[in-house]
């Protein structure tokens, strides 16, 4: 690994580059799915290759292959710096890069039972027992999942850098479908596509509890049939943690990427509302809401112990006491408006550059039981599962549906309803948050689909959550 | 790139180590490049070099697959053993019967020198063109240029052998302004295709029209959805309605409705993977030729696309639309067209006394898959149209319509049409659809 690594870096260095750096990943992934009581798929597959990312002549190039000999390592070296003169040909200014500190070390992932040791039967098992569990009269469709990757990344800059990272992420999960003949309905478990992910190994499976949700899930899908149609109309809800996780993923994650708030994501994901100008002058949320990006948070897959471009893992407030006071950003972005670089560059694999991504965006638990969030409400709806998301390319428009729901009225749990949908405006939503649940409720839920960036790139994120309550949403659009 | 001798021999050897059953070696690659610009400047300009093997082998009615991208004998050999070892611990899927079967096929590819032969340099130099014109009148140019040099290879134990290299640049442009954007993209297999200046000149004026736009209320509109916006619209179908996995899976709205007509007279839609009007694909990733599906003829469902898998299950034949398995979104098409009207774009908009012009949608998510409920924003140009024409551009609004709804109410189509690549490919014409319903309104 050193061998590839010192070879691209000399090649670039006799370019003439300012500076480069080299990934060389290696990465083993495991997917089992299971579908109606039989194996739906088994997918094992590795990859490994590695990408030179250089500044020349004051501009990026960034190339990457799988070919792991002198000759190709010499070539795509040699073609990163093309690219960047050819950059460099549009340039308006030089890229410069805040100052940081540099890492050599190794860092292993702290597991109790590797995922890969574990047989293929064990796995298959657990998810046709949780299959057989949701076989209820009215399911037409029962799907069970497990992911597990374990990767070994190699990163050196010709600043001196150099870390050896090891990274494992188990998953598991499962989905009932139930039908009528005119409607049809979904439960998962523990929360929507494919389920949870950790920072862990095979002793995650365990934790996930499959075996103990999966008759509920199967059964509140059937009587969400029957259900009737979520009320619409200005209401207070309470958002269970899954469905809040994604709410802070898309309207305080993404907007506070400073890449977007800057410009750079302008062709694809679009910009943001978080302008500079309202840093540490905007009221985003009300007092009890605080959010923090942490990439030191035990187990979660947005955490990591060195981002890509070598900066110690970190935790930030994005937003204190309601204000918005941080962004997500990069060595080069941190340089623009002259902040500290917070350490959120992530690559999704060894042929993208990293670029600005979520680490673990959290909203800190707060005092409330459960029952207190729900007695303060005297109509409204509990949502919980999301079922789907959209929201417009600066992050204030949103709208979410979820799996399942259940009228409150006079403080009180009432009826199940179906086809949950609110929407609103990120910031007055924020506002409007009155209550938080407590740590008992807190769970950090990991998403591995987020996607960003062209060339795309999806990266695993995670996001703490509790209960959360907000005050007079616009709930239901479908009828 | 790989030579095609040396593909070949790489799936013939995987083939060879296996000792299963039946046994498929898919391979799939190239190199892909594309240059990033954003704020008038090139910010991001990368390149990739990446191939993946795919094997399944299958024992009886166990399969078992892997995957590598490290082509030495060594290699191969181990994720042959893998890919064994995982069949041989499976149950059995009752549904499967065979791979592929090999059948008449003439040799197409789709690879242009032209396109193959762009460099770093030329990228840059198309990419200034927009920069240059955006700096002019004062504007924000982003966007990217694409190059794709694609090989796909797929040899079974039965005797497929199928080999196809493929070409594709695609070049965007979104153009910000002080309170406005506007898009325009284009993409073909040849880069001489693709013109700068229309590009430059359909993203510069829908920015320029779209200054200091006014606010409407929500509610239910007639549309003209430009065909950027109505495939973005009809997207989802791939997944949701327009295969055989869906309508097994009973989230797709054609199953129980196949001969039934239930969608508008003027909508006819299918598939068809060597159409010239898309970017083309000779075969699939389990090697059997890509045939043409007709989906919906004059509103009447007709049929959906099959892999293997499902087209055993259900007593038909592959259409050619598997995705690289295994995969729980196969069979998918990858090609889908619809045909189009006698008007012109703008005969269209003078039909429309009030209404709203939809340059493009974004972040279109399912809301209810069985009634095909979708939501999503209008983004980069959305304008009132009064008597027939263009006269105020309108701040963005999120819709929530269903697509069924949405083409029962589609009164015309242009016969215009653009072809929109991520992937797979939708070919559509601009449509005017009533009652279109738009939910709430943003900011700007």
Redesign the interface.
């Known amino acids: 690994m050193q061998r590839i690594i010192e070879e691209a870096l000399m090649v670039a260095k006799k370019f003439g580059v300012s500076y480069a750096d080299v990934r060389v990943i290696d990465r083993t992934e495991e997917e089992i799915?299971t579908?109606n009581g039989?194996?739906?798929?088994?997918?094992?597959?590795?990859?490994?290759?590695f990408g030179i990312r250089v500044i020349a002549d004051g501009?990026?190039?960034?190339?990457?292959?799988?070919?792991l000999t002198d000759e190709?390592i010499s070539r795509?070296a040699e073609?990163?710096v093309?690219?960047?003169?050819?950059?460099a040909?549009?340039?308006?200014e030089d890229v410069t890069l805040s100052k940081i500190e540099i890492y050599q070390d190794r860092v292993e992932e702290q597991v109790k039972i590797d995922p890969f040791s574990v047989?293929?039967?064990k796995k298959?098992s657990i998810l046709?027992d949780a299959d057989k569990l949701m076989n209820l009269q009215g399911i037409?469709?029962r799907r069970g999942g497990m992911y597990f990757s374990k990767e070994w990344k190699t990163f050196a800059s010709s600043e001196g850098a150099y870390l050896e990272l090891e990274r494992v992420i188990s998953n598991a999960g499962i989905s009932a479908?139930a039908?009528d003949g005119k409607?049809?309905q979904t439960r998962s478990y523990p929360s929507s596509f494919g389920g949870d992910y950790q920072r862990k190994g095979f002793e995650f499976i365990e934790e996930v509890k499959l075996l103990e949700n999966a008759w509920r899930i199967a059964n509140e899908a059937i009587q969400l049939l029957s259900a009737k149609p979520c009320p619409s109309g200005k209401m207070d809800i309470i958002l269970e943690s899954s469905q809040l996780a994604l709410q802070i993923h898309e309207s305080c994650g993404h907007p506070t990427e400073l890449d977007r708030v800057?410009?750079?994501?302008?062709?694809?994901a679009?910009?943001s509302?978080l302008t500079p100008d309202k840093l540490g002058k905007f009221k985003y949320g009300s007092d009890i809401v605080n959010i923090v990006a942490d990439a030191t948070a035990p187990f979660a897959i947005g955490g990591f112990a060195y981002d890509d471009e070598g900066i110690k893992a970190k935790k930030i407030y994005l937003v204190k006491n309601g204000e918005f006071v941080g962004y997500l950003n990069s060595r080069e972005t941190s340089k623009k408006l002259r902040l500290e670089p917070m350490g959120a560059m992530r690559a999704e694999s060894w042929?993208?550059?990293p670029?600005i991504r979520m680490t673990s965006i959290n909203l800190e638990p707060g005092d409330k039981a459960f029952e207190e969030l729900v007695s303060g409400i005297d109509n409204g709806v509990l949502m919980a599962t999301n079922?789907?998301?959209?929201?417009?390319?600066?992050r204030?428009?949103f709208?979410f549906?979820t799996e399942i729901g259940w009228e409150i009225r006079n403080g009180k749990l009432q009826d199940m309803v179906k086809?949950p949908?609110y929407?609103g405006?990120t910031y007055e939503f924020w506002r409007n948050c009155d209550g938080i649940g407590n740590k008992d409720y807190y769970h950090i839920w990991g998403l591995p689909n987020c996607g960003k960036g062209?060339?795309m790139q999806v990266m695993q994120v995670s996001h703490g959550a509790s209960y959360g309550r907000f005050r007079n949403v616009?709930v239901g659009?479908?009828r | 790139m790989m030579t095609r001798d040396k593909i070949q021999t790489i799936l013939k050897k995987s083939v060879s180590f296996s000792e299963g059953d039946q046994t498929e070696a898919m391979l799939y690659g190239g190199k892909s490049y594309l240059t990033g610009f954003a704020n008038n400047h090139i910010h991001r300009n990368v390149g990739e070099n990446n191939y993946n093997l795919s094997l399944r082998v299958a024992f009886g009615k166990k399969i078992g697959s892997a995957s590598v991208n490290d082509f030495s004998d060594e290699a191969i050999k181990n994720t042959v053993k893998r890919a064994v070892e995982i069949a041989k611990l499976q149950e059995e899927n009752p549904s499967f019967v065979s791979f592929a079967k090999p059948e008449e096929a003439p040799e197409k590819d789709f690879f242009v020198e032209k396109t193959a032969e762009v460099t770093p340099d030329m990228r840059a130099e198309y990419v200034k063109k927009i920069l240059d014109k955006s700096k002019e009148k004062g504007l924000n140019a982003n966007g990217t240029f694409v190059i794709d040099l694609m090989q796909i290879g797929v040899l079974n134990s039965l005797g497929i052998s199928r080999f196809c290299s493929l070409t594709v640049a695609s070049l965007k442009s979104v153009i910000l302004g002080d309170t406005s954007s506007g898009y325009s993209i284009e993409t073909s297999t040849n880069v001489d295709d693709i013109s700068v200046n229309s590009v430059i000149e359909e993203s510069i004026g829908i920015a320029e029209m779209g200054k200091n736009p006014i606010a409407v209320e929500p509610g239910k509109y007639e549309v003209i959805l430009s065909p950027y916006a109505f495939a973005e619209f009809i997207s989802s179908l791939s997944y949701l309605a327009l295969n055989a996995r869906a309508v097994e899976e009973g989230t797709s709205f054609l199953a129980g409705n196949f001969g039934k007509k239930i969608l508008g007279d003027n909508i006819t839609i299918y598939d068809d993977g060597l159409s010239p009007e898309t970017i083309p694909m000779p075969f699939d990733f389990e090697g059997v030729s890509k045939k043409k599906v007709v989906f919906f003829e004059n509103g009447v469902a007709k049929d959906v696309v099959y892999d293997t898998l499902t087209a055993y299950k259900n007593g038909k034949e592959s259409t050619g639309h598997s995705l690289p398995q295994p995969s729980s979104f196969s069979p998918y098409p990858m090609n889908i067209i619809m045909k189009g009207g006698d008007l012109s774009k703008d005969e269209i908009i003078s039909h429309v006394e009030h209404g709203l012009y939809v340059h493009r949608f974004w972040y279109t998510n399912p809301m209810d898959p069985r009634r095909a409920v979708i939501t999503g924003m209008t983004r980069d140009g959305l304008f009132l149209v009064e008597n027939g024409k263009i006269t105020k551009p309108v701040k963005n609004m999120r819709f929530t319509e269903s697509i069924i709804t949405a083409l029962n109410n589609c009164i015309e189509l242009s016969k215009e049409k653009r072809v929109m690549y991520d992937s797979s490919s939708i070919t559509v014409p601009y449509v005017r659809i009533k009652d279109f319903t738009f939910t709430s309104i943003t900011e700007f």
């Not at chain 1, 039989?38 to 290759?49: E, N, R, Y």
């Not at chain 1, 501009?59 to 070919?67: D, E, H, P, R, Y």
């Not at chain 1, 079922?387 to 600066?394: A, E, L, R, T, V």
């Open positions: 799915s579908k039989s194996v739906d798929g088994i997918k094992s597959s590795s990859s490994k290759g501009a990026w190039g960034f190339s990457s292959s799988f070919v190709e795509v073609e990163a093309d690219i960047a003169k050819a950059s040909k549009t340039k308006i047989p293929i039967t298959i046709l037409i469709l479908i039908t409607d049809v800057l410009g750079e994501e302008a062709s694809f679009g910009t509302f042929n993208r550059a670029i079922k789907s998301w959209s929201i417009d390319q600066k204030l428009n709208q549906g086809n949908t929407s405006i062209e060339p616009q659009v479908l």
